[in-house]
């Protein structure tokens, strides 16, 4: 990974432009700069969740948790929107992916849907994306899945994404097919047992039925010429 002071270089916006960074690598070239040239070194892992450190550091507490979040992760949110071209929800997503603190939940238009469809979020009282708004979206998250708030809202998002639950969907129907195939499978394998099981006991008494000699007294209640009565009784 490259040091903010790798991408300081005057050369560094072009180059990001030719791989694909479009307006964004204006923002990253200037930030960098920022970094390098008004910071000392190692500032922005100095806004880590010390619960989460870098390698080769001891981990420490990281505070008390609060409905808007352990105080280190309000100051690395703070810090971080000093930076050029960042705002809130950039911010928390380097907060939360970046640097450590689960409780950062990046904020969008999208995820105000999700939280009042199916969080109870409240729809009169915001009826615009204010900062008002995104604080209170994000404080109600933590109040349901505390310090890991801002993961939750990562599956929660992804999952309601078209592509996402299209794949989910189709995958529930595959599992619901296989299950009512294994099922229909258990019903005709039961039935085969049984019928094995019942078909012999049927076979070895006619087999009985048929080999087993007359005895004198059938012979005679049995309606049959004299002829063959005759060899029946001598048999």
């Not at 204006?26 to 970094?35: G, P, S, W």
């Not at 299209?166 to 296989?178: C, G, I, M, P, Q």
């Not at 209640?221 to 060899?231: D, E, L, M, N, Q």
């Amino acid at each position: 990974m490259p040091k903010p002071s790798d991408l300081a270089h005057p050369s560094v916006e072009a180059h990001l432009r030719l791989l694909g960074f479009g307006y964004r690598a204006k923002y990253l070239y200037r930030t960098a700069v920022m970094i390098t040239k008004e910071h000392e070194p190692g500032w922005l892992d100095g806004l880590r969740n010390p619960e989460s450190p870098v390698r080769g550091c001891k981990i420490s507490s990281a505070g008390e948790m609060r409905p808007e979040g352990r105080e280190g992760y309000r100051t690395a949110h703070a810090e971080l929107l000093t930076l050029q071209g960042v705002g809130p929800k950039v911010a928390d997503c380097v907060c939360l992916m970046g640097l450590g603190w689960g409780e950062a939940v990046p904020v969008d238009t999208h995820v105000w849907q999700i939280a009042q469809r199916d969080y109870k979020f409240g729809k009169g009282k915001h009826r615009s994306l204010t900062q008002a708004t995104y604080d209170a979206i994000g404080n109600h998250f933590r109040s349901l899945w505390g310090q890991e708030a801002g993961w939750a809202h990562s599956v929660l998002f992804t999952a309601d994404l078209r592509v996402f639950s299209e794949r989910l969907t189709a995958k529930v129907d595959v599992l619901e097919v296989k299950k009512e195939e294994d099922e229909n499978n258990s019903r005709v394998e039961a039935h085969s047992e049984a019928h094995v099981d019942i078909k012999p006991e049927i076979k070895s008494e006619d087999a009985f039925e048929k080999k087993r000699p007359l005895a004198a007294d059938e012979v005679k209640a049995t309606p049959v010429s004299r002829k063959r009565r005759r060899v029946l009784t001598r048999i």
